[in-house]
């Protein structure tokens, strides 16, 4: 058990070398700069496991479904990665796919679980809702049973107890709505600022 656990914490520290450079191109084609900042910041969030169940319905494609999420941010840019792995092969049969976004609060088993809303960086009344005020993770099932999503955002989430959560239909650009809670995996977010 020691030497899977050491071999994933490598696979995410290489991961997130890897993806540094992602997420600081994104944040140079923002054009943004940090003036006057005293320090670098950099946050990261990362977890796998089973999903969490948040569904009564029966069959469900996710019941057996592990899966990984991570997070790098570099200045004001984040990248996000998703990949879920056993799922159901019924779960093809949904060719349009599945919404997932990450949401406010923690993970927590329960029809409609109290997985809290979508996190959104938005300030007007009401919230401006698009892939650039929240993330969006959708995808398609293959299939072997697998997914894999990813997202850059010009923003970055404030740490805390966060959740990526699968909806049932893939998200609806209009309203951000994806339908019925599925599943959701945890994803705490940390971060931490260097003095210069």
Known sequence: MARLRKAALAAVA???????STAVSAHAQTGSTSKGSKGSSMSWG?????LTDLSTATPDVF???????????VGSASYFRVQIRDIDKAATANSDGYGAHLHIGPCMEGDQGPVGVHYNISTSVPPQVSSKTEVWLDF?????????????????????????????????????????????????????????
């Open 140 to 196: 398609t099932v293959t299939s072997d049973g697998y997914a894999r999503t990813t997202a850059n955002v010009q923003f970055v989430p404030e740490k805390g107890n966060r959740a990526i959560v699968i909806h049932q239909d893939p998200t609806n650009p209009a309203d951000g709505k994806a339908g019925n809670k599925l599943a959701c995996l945890p994803l705490e977010i940390k971060s931490h600022t260097s003095a210069r």
């Open 46 to 50: 990362y977890h796998s496991s089973e």
């Open 14 to 20: 290489l991961s997130a070398l890897a993806l540094t």
């Open 63 to 73: 019941d057996d479904a592990r899966a990984t999420a991570m997070m790098i941010s």
